[in-house]
């Protein structure tokens, strides 16, 4: 359930939407995911779609229709609103540390497919006590720098410690190199990816060699997965936010052989201020478009610039000879990151050629824990 | 009703909630909100504390009962939550625009004592046609360079437009400095108020000049609102973050006349992972701390380095020497910005003593229409 009513009615007009809100725009949304499935239907690969980008059951079932096996998650919380919604293959693509969250993994395990990565023995050990029925992914640090363990040996031996317990199978490994996924060139991208490549291949042959099996390896995002999808090594790829192509991710190189996305998430806003010819100020500020990856950008109007964001507000300057809004005027902004932006807001506003075709709750918005 | 339920259970040990949390240490909120009723005590001013930075009843009740004469807020939404929870003045410090918007506006004057700030004569009479009995203030740019009209005649120009309007009583000037609020030397933002302060003053010999009376003049953050008080020109404060104190109002300097305030508002996360020596990674990234206004600091815990956030984690460098964290420990983390921290979580863990004595709901959350 959400706390809140949503900004629209299904049937209404965009300009009829109450500010701000979150808008998903279907055509571009449907052509994103066929633009992946297309993308990656020659290689060896499955996608298993990043639902902590969008967070929304409704769209995840999408994604599985598309041709995902399942979804990732960050926390047990979005896992168990994803479960909630008919999903029912789910890996928690990251370490769940605590008596009570692993408590939670290994009721959400009685429901449906549950994964989880591990980057420590006692972590395993912890798991292992729950009872519960996991996949366990090993996590190695391919060049992101944040959890995993180094690749080679200490990857095997945390799949042996992995390997004790029966109720833990050993699914594989963990390769994101999350780092590599806005770095601008696509060549210096592809270059990342190899080098991971060569991570992922070095750990392989030493679990095989200790005659550990490997089904699985899984990473990659929305800037790279064509480089883990044509490398033969990775066949799992863990795109989020190329359904919805933020501004930060706009800004990168595209080029062969990764797709264009389109944009297809906005935020919708209202203009509240004019204090001058070169100025308008919209009600969209930090809490309704994420910041942390630069600003949002104004959609299809040329010379306005929405320059800086304050919590409530946010500042458009217009260049001389630009089509200046009118006060109370609505504009559409490409939110700078999309998975943060998605999070302030309780529903998504999906539109199609101008009109709300449905509403879609955000439902595990807040899912922190 | 929130829509997620709280991390934690009134008499818990503060190790004991669930992570990412939001933490209020209640000892130093109370001495935060004493603080400010002392220091300002001494000059003929109010205090309405902005609840856009809590976004909580409970809060803005104890606000009231610390001698507060109402709150503002910066959305109807946040408004109406306000209402909700039993207060009975809010002023909108802020321009409401829009059919709907202003609809609600006028529904919420039948059950409060309601303001709203204008910068443009239509929308004066928008507001006018609602038929709402409504406060009206003319925001008037005293620095900031955001909304509001430029001091002096237009002003008085507005105030006129108010005064036509039976049911618009002009209630005087919202006045905010905003850009003041976290520049770091004292002198300086004592110099933007002087300035600002001339601002007022011009605009209010013309009013007076026009015959017309300005009742009240109502701005001044947590950063400058003892300059404001002090001169004379101002009589109503909105201060709002001095109840939090978050890591960035923490880098300011602060000196008399200002009282210090302490940290009362933490992100409580867990340790959930361990990579290398120098390098733990927590479970509280940008989705459970803002970072529009830098990183947040490891509270008491020296040599603990937040240095990055990405959605889900935040990395922390170990300094050599420095006591580790241990794998499942939980930290305090000082916010860099207070008001986008609180919007992204549902409960305040009310803490005293390590014991969890209350759970307020954050029930503005998301209130962004």
Sequence with gaps: MQARAAPASIGQRLDEVDTPALVLELDAFEKNLAALAAAVKPYAVRLRAHAKTHKSPDIARRQLAAGAIGVCCQKVSEAEAMVEGGVRDVLVSNQIVGAGKIERLAALAQRARVGVCVDDADNVRALAASGAKLDVYVEIDVGMGRCGVQPGEAAVSLAREIEKHENLRFAGLQAYQGRAQHVRSVAERRALIEEAGRKVTQTEELLNKAGIECPVVTGAGSGTFMFEAQSGLWN???????????????????????????????????????????????????KASSVDSGMPFVWQRPGLVYAAASDEHGRIEIAAGAEAPRLGEKLLLVPGHCDPTVNLHDWYVCVRKGVVEALWPVAARGALY
């Design 236 to 286: 799992e790829l863990q795109c989020g936010s190329y359904i919805f192509m933020d501004a930060d991710y706009g800004r990168n190189e595209w080029a062969a052989p990764l797709p264009r996305f389109e944009h297809a998430l906005f935020v919708l806003a209202t203009v509240m201020s004019r204090p001058s010819a070169s100025q308008a100020v919209v009600d969209a500020g930090l």
